[in-house]
């Protein structure tokens, strides 16, 4: 039997493990914003949807998607890892050069809330500079150059240190899966079929632990959601196009 003690003790603990649960939401959910506002969709974006690729560039795969890419005329946004920008220049440059919009993923792919204002300031100076270094730019927004916090973890200091540096942090609104070693293709495929009108979808073209990941179920996925976004008229265009109604 709980006396009335008791009995309170254990709503304030199902109040903190609720409070803590709600912490970790916030700090991780792709479409949460207590902990300042993020672009993670643009729901005024007619016909459009914004494909996103992570922890590349993949000089085995990235060359081979953006043919993809090119042959639908689509256009998406590449958050790079600045280590494998710093290997695979060239790949960085013909990104660019296709249309593609450029942002930043840090140069390590650190967890970004278990470190200070400095080490990601750092993070995010080391990435840019293998990017210009190869001759190519971050794209931007009305905030600044687009960021992609590894993981999607954040907490609000987090956040700033990202703004402060000049940066505008770009989540998203579908999860792909993609990073799943058991996935294939179809249920790629599948998830990113789920999208509507302003979604921004997650899809990796690499990996942060090796510079040539294995991205095949990720390549065949990305031709059958080229196929049906082009069956239903629906654009596929970079975040600042998705985000500003051009292209
Ligand atoms: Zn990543």
Do not use: K
Request: aromatic share 6%.
């Amino acid at each position: 039997m709980i006396d009335r003690a008791g009995a309170s003790a254990v709503a304030v603990g199902a109040i903190a493990v609720a409070g803590i649960g709600a912490a970790v939401y916030q700090g991780m959910s792709p479409t949460a914003e207590r902990y300042g506002s993020t672009v993670h969709r643009e729901r005024s974006a007619e016909r459009r949807v914004a494909l996103t690729f992570d922890d590349g560039p993949n000089a085995a795969r990235t060359p081979a998607l953006l043919d993809l890419l090119a042959a639908y005329d689509a256009r998406a946004t590449f958050f790079v890892i600045g280590r494998w920008a710093a290997r695979a220049p060239e790949v960085v440059r013909a990104t660019a050069a296709a249309g593609h919009a450029l942002g930043n993923h840090t140069h390590t792919h650190p967890t970004m809330p278990a470190h200070g204002r400095r080490r990601i300031g750092d993070e995010l100076r080391r990435c840019r500079d293998a990017v210009e270094a190869a001759g190519a730019h971050f794209a931007t927004l009305p905030g600044g150059a687009l960021m992609r916090p590894p993981y999607g973890h954040r907490r609000p200091g987090t956040l700033r240190a990202v703004r402060a540096e000049g940066y505008v942090p770009v989540l998203w609104s579908i999860t792909a899966f993609d990073w799943r070693r058991r996935t294939t293709a179809e249920r790629i495929a599948r998830r990113c079929a789920r999208a509507r009108d302003g979604d921004i979808i997650l899809l990796h073209d690499g990996s942060d632990q090796r510079p040539d990941a294995d991205t095949r179920a990720t390549l065949a996925a990305v031709q059958v959601t080229l196929e049906h976004f082009a069956a239903r008229g629906t654009r596929l265009v970079t975040v600042p196009e998705l985000v500003s109604g051009a292209a």
